[in-house]
């Protein structure tokens, strides 16, 4: 696998990385009223942090085979530097590091907003049932500890597109002036790619770039424990080739002389779903923001109320920022809207392990007995870890309402780096079936069919904490496959287009946008207008 070479390097850097003497960021402060802990039930919980990642996660098992990034290396490295007499804010970024290293987004610590879900939704729906409730406060108290002490406080607004990092905004810091669109070239004397490239620990998940054959993150500068002596150093470099350089503290910031309209990225919560009907072409535009299963009904009302009496050709989802939450969002819509149902044959692996065959109530004659479940599937797998898997023919995405509106035409999905989870599902599909098709850019995570993050928490620290239980081996020829992202029509926004995208006055997700200054719409109107010569 030359392609997958880079990932070596990444290991064989950090290693060096975490030997080598570091800015020590100051953790002599303790997270408020949070169990103080010693030395050997620090050791001991961060064993059993270890024994869960080990146990629950298959991703970490497909990044040291695929990857070459060896959890256990680094987590071994991370307990030798529990020490008698550490505090517990310190012994907190030992655990954050550690939850990197398994390189997952669905592997962390619970941060406020889940702790308010699992409180309100996943404790009284028997979601999670074996968290001790009267420490959940331990929680918000660790996550502010982390937000004020483990980040730097620098924002660059740093796009990677096309291979390269660059800055979107102008921006001065100590009287000197830097323009926007500058190729960012080095960080601390190291070209930036081989920089970010020895952050396994820093921070996760690393973005795998399998075109260019590396690992990205646009806020790769900002874990305060990558900073030299407190400082960072970058070159820059103009689209003429003069260069500049910054170098700047961790404590320090930027004051940007143009403002950012449209932040890129996730989407908020509070972002709304917005509706168009292009009457010369006959298309119908939907943005999605997110995956909740409301908005599912409410666009299906809105395609019924924009299209009354008018054809439609084709039907646009834009799920660009759209971080994930229910598939049946866009099942409860194309449900309405297709008359074929989408499904695909599914093959998903578990780890056999103990806490696994407690947590899905699974054994060894239950796998060889239960209709689906077996020891070995027909697809490329891992080596290891023992798993157990369970295959599903025909798995239903989207099943067709009785009075669905028959729609035949092309639905195009418009996808940006920043979907995931049920997102990056709905994209996965469109690659697998001829109606949908997906247009933009892959989101360079790990992504498939997942379930439900088991919920678990430390013994003594208290801390709460989610792993993925389940990897997608679907169609899997080779175990790299196993990562499944894939875009039909690939299109990547130029830093041109980008820095129009974020700081325009206009909506970017109105009309007139879309049509002249939306390269990945576009493509869509370019795609209509060849299906609409062939029709």
């Not at 999670?128 to 009267?134: P, R």
Request: charge should be positive; hydrophobic fraction near 35%.
């Amino acid at each position: 696998m030359r392609y997958l070479s880079i990932f070596l390097a990444i290991c064989l850097a950090t290693s060096c990385a975490l030997k080598q003497k570091q800015f020590s960021p100051d953790f002599s402060s303790s997270p408020d009223g949070v169990p103080q802990l010693t030395h050997q039930q620090m050791l001991a919980d961060h064993d059993s942090l270890v024994s869960y990642i080990r146990q629950v996660s298959p991703v970490i098992y497909f990044n040291q085979e695929v990857r070459q990034i060896h959890f256990d290396h680094y987590a071994k490295l991370l307990r030798k530097k529990i020490k008698p007499g550490m505090d517990m804010g310190a012994y907190l970024f030992i655990v954050e590091q550690t939850f990197n290293a398994a390189q997952d987004g669905h592997s962390n610590r619970l941060g406020s907003w889940q702790l308010d879900i699992m409180k309100s939704n996943w404790i009284p729906n028997g979601l999670v049932t074996n968290i001790d409730t009267n420490t959940i406060n331990y929680g918000y108290q660790y996550e502010n500890y982390a937000n004020k002490n483990f980040s730097a406080k620098l924002n660059l607004n740093l796009a990677y597109t096309n291979g390269e990092y660059y800055n979107l905004l102008p921006f001065t810091y100590k009287d000197q002036n830097y323009p926007a669109g500058m190729k960012v070239l080095s960080c601390n004397g190291m070209p930036v790619h081989k920089f970010v490239n020895k952050e396994i620990t820093a921070i996760s998940p690393l973005r795998w770039d399998r075109q260019y054959n590396r690992v990205y993150h646009e806020r790769f500068y900002r874990p305060v424990q990558i900073f030299n002596q407190g400082q960072l150093k970058f070159v820059f470099e103009e689209d003429n080739e003069q260069k500049h350089q910054l170098t700047i503290g961790y404590k320090d910031t930027l004051q940007f002389t143009q403002k950012i309209k449209h932040p890129f990225g996730y989407n908020g919560e509070q972002e709304p779903l917005t509706t168009h009907y292009f009457e010369q072409e006959k298309i119908f535009y939907a943005r999605m923001p997110l995956m909740i299963e409301a908005y599912g009904d409410s666009l299906a009302k809105k395609f019924s109320e924009l299209t009354s009496g008018k054809p439609v050709k084709a039907i646009v989802l834009d799920i660009r920022g759209n971080g994930g939450g229910s598939d049946n969002t866009y099942a409860n819509f194309l449900g309405k809207i297709m008359n074929d149902t989408l499904k695909q044959d599914v093959v998903v692996g578990r780890n056999f392990s103990p806490y696994n065959q407690k947590q899905f109530k699974v054994n060894t004659d239950s796998v060889k007995n239960k209709k689906g479940f077996s020891f070995e599937v027909n697809v490329a797998t891992l080596n290891a870890p023992d798993m157990y898997f369970i295959s599903i023919p025909n798995f239903k995405f989207v099943t067709p309402d009785s009075l669905n509106a028959g729609f035949k035409g092309k639905v195009y999905l418009l996808q940006d780096r920043f979907i995931y989870s049920s997102a990056s599902n709905l994209s996965n599909l469109a690659s697998k079936n001829d109606q949908l098709v997906s247009i933009g850019e892959t989101p360079n995570l790990l992504g498939g069919l997942q379930t439900n993050p088991s919920i678990l928490q430390l013994p003594y620290s208290k801390i709460i904490f989610r792993i993925e239980p389940q990897i997608d081996f679907t169609g899997a020829i080779k175990a790299a496959d196993a990562f499944q992202n894939h875009v039909e029509y690939p299109v990547a926004y130029t830093i041109k287009e980008l820095k129009e995208r974020v700081t325009t006055e206009k909506p970017i997700y109105g009309r007139d946008f879309l049509y002249r200054s939306d390269p990945m719409f576009k493509k869509v109107l370019q795609l209509e207008q060849v299906n609409s010569s062939q029709r």
